[in-house]
Nanobody
Framework: VQLQASGGGLVQTGGSLRLSCAAS????????MGWFRQAPGKEREFVAA????????YYADSVKGRFTSSRDNAKNTVYLRMNDLKPEDTAVYYC???????????????????WGQGTQVTVSS
């Protein structure tokens, strides 16, 4: 599976962005898709995930109510809609994939087999 993340950019506090992650190479619908981010000087952290088949979604507490993950299996693409962005959301955002990942594993980056290259999100104050 190859993942291509896009949609990052520079936005002011309170603004919105939508990240996309296009997958190729395998049957997309069977994969859980996760979003992680890494800010300068910090470890990569979980942001959001969707279980395979378009089931449940999971969010980090820091983004609940502001970020929404969705997927279009027909387009092999997963999205992360980010609203009410804050300076602390500034990071490189990565999408990741793992086939048939169970809910218990979505929060751990070690659970994922495939990673996109990352897209920079910068929120100015």
């Amino acid at each position: 599976v190859q993942l291509q993340a896009s949609g990052g950019g520079l936005v002011q506090t309170g603004g919105s962005l939508r990240l996309s992650c296009a997958a190729s190479g395998r049957t997309f619908s069977s994969y859980a898709m996760g979003w992680f981010r890494q800010a300068p000087g910090k470890e990569r952290e979980f942001v959001a995930a969707m279980i395979w088949g378009g089931g449940s979604t999971y969010y980090a507490d820091s983004v609940k109510g502001r970020f929404t993950s969705s997927r279009d299996n027909a387009k092999n693409t997963v999205y992360l809609r980010m609203n009410d962005l804050k300076p602390e959301d500034t990071a490189v955002y990565y999408c990741a994939a793992r086939e048939y990942l169970t809910p218990g594993g979505v929060y751990d980056q070690r659970s994922y087999d495939y990673w996109g290259q990352g897209t920079q999100v910068t929120v100015s104050s």
